[in-house]
């Protein structure tokens, strides 16, 4: 069976930065593998086009250019924030506001992001709400462990039970 739309597929992989020689950000071992619903949307479209076809057994190696993965980091996504949102009862946690530190953050409509802070000033606090990976382009190389149909229940819920 070939991986195509509404397959299961079952994969190990070790995500790199920029080529098969960059620092390694993820690895997915046969022991924990990655699983997912091919083909709805839940994937980077380009990651699973270079996936397309493939059956069990089968390696794989591709980069993803930035723009194709998490995109380019942007001035945008960089926000000075007034300190006194971080206060909970009228004070801020010993060790919070500190460079380098990932706080998950909610806006006005509930969506939840990670920024890392950049910078702590007296009124205001610099943070990067960016991708991690945003900026990077990514080598992936891997195994297919499996490929099987989707149950209806799971082509139903848009993911794999
Ligand atoms: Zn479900």
New binding site residues.
């Given amino acids: 069976m070939t991986i195509s739309k509404e397959k299961v597929v079952t994969l190990t992989y070790e995500l790199r930065v920029d080529d098969n020689k960059g620092d390694v950000v993820e690895t997915v071992k046969e022991e924990k593998p990655f699983v997912f619903l091919y083909g709805v949307g839940l994937m980077l479209p380009k990651f699973e086009e270079h996936l397309d076809g493939l059956k069990a057994t089968d390696k794989f190696e591709f980069t993803l250019k930035c723009e194709d993965a998490y995109g380019l980091a942007t001035e945008e996504a960089v926000m000075d924030l007034p300190k006194n949102i971080f206060e909970v009862e009228g004070e801020i946690e010993e060790g919070l506001l500190v460079e380098g530190n990932v706080i998950p953050m909610q806006n006005d409509d509930g969506n939840k992001f990670n920024g890392v802070i950049m910078e702590v000033g007296e009124e205001n606090v610099k943070m990067d709400f960016n991708h991690p990976l945003a900026g990077d382009n990514l080598h992936f190389a891997g195994n297919i462990i499996e490929v099987r149909e989707a149950t209806k229940?799971?082509i139903?819920?848009?993911?794999v039970?």
């Fill in positions: 229940e799971e139903e819920h848009g993911h039970h």
